[in-house]
């Protein structure tokens, strides 16, 4: 079953919210994606977010750009965790929009932010919260992990041999 | 009958946005207010909305602060002029968000936003989209704006005779 | 007859500003627009601000870049309400000047600031603004929203089928 | 056993940060508290954070100010969730470094940010992280939401009868 | 003659604004002032702008803040040097509005833009205007700048022979 | 006689700072420019600065990127009046730092900033500050400020016969 | 022999700087403090920074606000390494000013730069740098490091003990 | 011996990052230099930090984007001075993350903050570091300051000489 729901408000949008999709696949953990927007959809958006629980989702990942309310409202109707990916989309300024719009939330509803365009982040924090109950999932996470360290060690020798010319 | 809906986030926001209240009482134009929240009363703020041409709103006036969705998320549930008044708020980053929170709607869903806590302002815009179609409500803006001038006038003679000491 | 005046600070501000006479177009309604500078012919400016009411418009659309003070200077000469759209231009910090010069805006003279290069949003707003007093304005409004739904449904499959490669 | 462990880098973010106690006693979720600076007690936080999931911790919420390196130091050590609080400490600039230290991880380390000084929120963050896989937690975050509505719908009348003066 | 016309947009910016008078006092420059707002009062403002050269002003200084529109209107209504200073006034964000509203005046349309709340500055820099022309008068601003570095050499015996306790 | 002097921080500013030189070459004022660096040659700097008056110049224009202090350091040691371009350079934070770094000059020291990349503003400015004594150069200034009119006129019919498709 | 050089812009900027003094006191370094202003004293700040050698200082701590050009000048002027402490003084715009003064130096002259307002980091980093040389010093440091330690180990039983209400 | 140890996030910091190696082969200062990534190799990190003096090191150089915490959690484990390179990495806001998580170091532990991008800046100081225990390298220092002064003497002509078209 499909444990983690990615939305974002316009198609525009999947070319940073694939990384989401990218990294659920490598850490192995089900997903669903489509288009919401909230300021075009409002109606849809309530709908998936009210049915999210019944539905069997666990996390909900979200991307938007510009006054993106998209994380936020959804967060607004449901008691699932929803993270918040800001996008630097064309309407934004320079991900300033974004990124205050999805973290300023006000308290009792909140948003678990990620960097600007951090969808790869935003799966994996997604896998992390489901991981609390899963242990399987926790090991391959910590896998990971270890794969980032060893891509660090991997690729450092280029700096190491570098002259400058 | 009541023409302007004046709604907030919360009634901390009452001191800023009780301007917007002052200047429609000047101006003669009748209003009614309330507290919808977009992230605790969502359904609420829909209903607000959807039904809002039918009791006879003519604009809709809306001020929140920090990650301010209320405005935008209102524009999206009616066709009706929706006038956005960012508040800087306790929990607002200088008013930073609540500005691009309201301002930065994507196209197809616009908000009239005025300066920051720029509530009355608020009113006077609101005054003027009803006076397009009611010229006595037009000659008592530009009485108004007459006042204004006069307000100047009155004052600079302490800036003319001032001598610094 | 014309109810919308679309003006802009110069030429180069067109491809931005051509936004707002297309979804007029879309909608029906009527427009002018020409190039008034404020600061290069502010007296041209303050004559088309001060006639506008006698000339039969409704609402002003400005759109200026970097100190932009023409939105907030034909509000100064009319009780029209005028609609800011900040542009990008070429001479702007990233927006921000322009933004800022047209939405913070003192007390008693209004300007309905929209979304960086927002002049799409402009126009509908405009239209909205009419809509108060002309019902059939309003419902080709609400149709132009059920198009904006429309469109996010048709597209959505391309997200909602997408495998990351 | 305490699920969540709550870390502050400076006895002088408690005020802050003890918000996040605060909500999760009353969603009725065990905690931990201890003060851990990541520039100046390294070891001590790579030790917490290398051994919380065999403490039996499930989530950290880690709050810190100025360059705010211990949200993401913890998030580089352990495979847990990591709740970033940013605090607006005597030693920040109006608040933004400690967002952007918190907020714009790298690829691979995520931080769940939440707004400045929105301790609550981690709070009711970390209750939903483990509400994914506890049905009773997730009732009583439902009823807290409810709580939320409650309590605009109390308040509302001081707006809708207010005059002013 | 009063060779310095200074205006301000509100009698709040007085005690800003005063340092220019302040200081033209010590250098022993004439000047007269007023309050002109660029929104409330923009006829009043076209008027003095254009009559300030036969009225034998040599150089404006104009403060205002906000979206402050008047140094740059000022400077579109004559040919002499406008001298700006943007003034932190409540309505202002931080002073930013005031800041950029002033200084990223278009091309063709020069504003002379100090510091915020810079008035003291924008005194010394008339009377350097003035003194192009002026030798005595230029003596008098070395004689100055000279007493600029005294009350240096003077104050400095308080560092010099402090202990921390 | 060369009455302005302009110079530069490097040789890499002359594409905007030779805005300044065209706008005088066409006002009929004669200047010199070179190159001056405040950190690489800050004795050629004072040196520069100290004898301007005698070497018979009026008025300096200074333009620098990054941390500039050439304008600021240049009007420490001259009591001409001192322009101040801030160029946004390759190691410019979108021009921000260079901005700053010349408009927030403490009191005492006045820099007269025009807009980032602003050359051509300093140059009319350097050019009004000349003409307070010399009123031939007065009239150019304002045959070229109708120039600027008669340019808006000359391409307005674009914008007024534009059809967007 | 002292080896420090405090130098700050203003004896207004004591309560800052002289966390730099108390630091080195700790840390039994020598140093000399005095005012000098880089626009009002720059013929003073030139010869300090040009003998500053010669007169036996190894490191130079300057602090200033506003477009704080001190620093950048000092270490035009000198082969030392340049401590740059940005002060945020009642002439600063929340101190982005004077960071960005002293941060964004050209290539060629670095200065050395801490925190808005961390004189005491700066005292740190000086002795740092002679710790380079000087073993017993770079002990004392060490010390003073586990002393930052013991510090956070004292109070963390405030947080850890503590029971919101 | 290698006196500086350089280090970086990532290999694409590298064509930023190797300006210093490229300035201290100029000074004749050996370094040495690898890759270690905060979030992804922090064990590494803290081994390399808490090494470096028993390894010969007498500076240390570390540049990183985004939430760069490279710098300060170096300085956190080693009482060498520590110069942080912020780089405007793909991942970064304009560079303003980088340059906050680097510069906004607590009271204790400083980072000798450079301009973004300034790794050649780093370089210089890392020399001018070594230089104050070693004459024959603050020699070299001088030099290589006349040096630039020199270059702007041999290109200042092509101002000098320019006639705008």
């Keep these: 079953m499909n444990k983690v729901g ?10 940073v919210m694939e990384e989401a999709m990218r990294v659920l696949d490598v850490l192995g953990v089900g ?6 927007s909230a300021h075009r959809t409002p109606d849809i958006m309530a709908d998936y977010a009210t049915s999210a629980i019944s539905r069997g989702l666990s996390v909900i990942i ?12 959804v967060a607004a109707y449901t008691a699932l965790p929803v993270i918040g990916v800001p996008v630097k989309s064309r309407n934004s300024i320079d991900g300033w929009d974004s990124i205050l719009s999805i973290l300023q939330m006000p308290a009792g509803v909140p948003v678990a932010t990620v960097a600007l365009d ?3 982040n935003a799966g994996i924090l997604a896998a992390q ?4 109950s899963d242990t399987q999932l926790l090991e391959r ?12 060690a991997n690729t450092k ?5 570098h002259k400058p010319s």
């Design 6 to 15: 990615i939305i974002m408000g316009s198609t525009s949008d999947l070319p």
């Design 31 to 36: 997903y669903e994606s489509t288009v919401i």
């Design 118 to 120: 951090g969808a790869r």
């Design 141 to 152: 996470i910590q896998s990971f992990k270890e794969g980032l360290k060893l891509k660090v």
């Design 62 to 73: 979200a991307g938007a750009g510009g006054a993106a309310h998209l994380p936020g409202m």
């Design 129 to 132: 919260i489901l991981a609390t």
């Design 157 to 161: 020798s280029t700096v190491e041999n």
